[in-house]
């Protein structure tokens, strides 16, 4: 069974930052593509960040690039988001995502979410 | 790529037909899925590649497209419908989704 676990939510200052994790569980992480997507409260859902399996290419939005890091530990089944330089705007609900193939694909299972909080 | 969803808001009766509909602003080969969200639960895949039924997806929910237009269709509107439904590009990155489409059931 497929398991996505996220932790590192939580309060933090604007300006500040955080290191979300995801591990993950019940398939070869290695093999697959890891994305993360946002949910700021009570709007829509937000593509953030995405890291191929094989090239370990890396890809975000523009309103996080040159701020947010994606990593994997592939020997602990790990996917990272660092996030520095942190913005009121970036306070949401982190869903790690796990893509159906090693990149370009469609997501196939989702975590239950880390929440951050940036107070200004 | 841009994903334009409408409406944004839908009001509709037990038994109903209900379209919604996704607009891409470049052709993303079909790479599109559906989800539908209940508050505060986690988004639920319900169609992939445009018109592909998740398993265990109820057989009311269908996804068809024209080009750049994607079209999520309920045959039979069933009171738990009710929630916020999303379109989703992913034939490249950054990957994006549509604005969301609240459903409410009269």
């Known amino acids: 069974e497929v398991q996505l676990l996220e932790s590192g939510g939580g309060l933090v200052q604007s300006g500040g930052s955080l290191r979300l994790s995801c591990a993950a569980s019940?398939?070869?992480?290695?093999?697959?593509?890891m994305s993360w997507v946002r949910q700021a409260p009570g709007k829509g859902l937000e593509w953030v960040s995405a890291?191929?399996?094989?090239?370990?290419?890396?890809y975000y939005i523009e309103s996080v690039k040159g701020r947010f890091t994606i990593s994997r530990d592939n020997s602990k089944n790990t996917l990272y988001l660092q996030m520095n330089n942190l913005r009121a705007e970036d306070t949401a609900l982190y869903y790690c995502?796990?893509?159906?193939?090693?990149?370009?694909?469609?997501?196939?299972?989702w975590g239950q979410g880390t929440l951050v909080t940036v107070s200004s | 790529i841009q994903m334009t969803q409408s409406p944004s808001t839908l009001s509709a009766s037990v038994g109903d037909r209900v379209t919604i509909t996704c607009r891409a602003s470049?052709?993303?080969?079909?790479?599109l899925a559906w989800y539908q969200q209940k508050p505060g639960k986690v988004p639920k895949v319900l169609i992939y590649?445009?018109?592909s039924l998740e398993s265990g997806v109820p057989s009311r929910f269908s996804g068809s497209a024209s080009g750049t237009e994607f079209t999520l269709t309920i045959s039979s509107l069933q009171p738990d419908d009710s929630a916020t439904y999303y379109c989703?590009?992913?034939?490249?990155?950054?990957?994006?989704f549509g604005q969301g489409t609240k459903l409410e059931i009269k």
């Open positions: 995502v796990k893509e159906y193939s090693y990149a370009y694909s469609r997501p196939d299972y």
């Open positions: 019940g398939f070869t992480f290695s093999n697959f593509a």
């Open positions: 890291l191929s399996a094989v090239t370990d290419s890396t």
């Open positions: 470049q052709n993303i080969d079909s790479e």
């Open positions: 590649k445009a018109s």
């Open positions: 989703q590009q992913y034939n490249s990155y950054p990957q994006a």
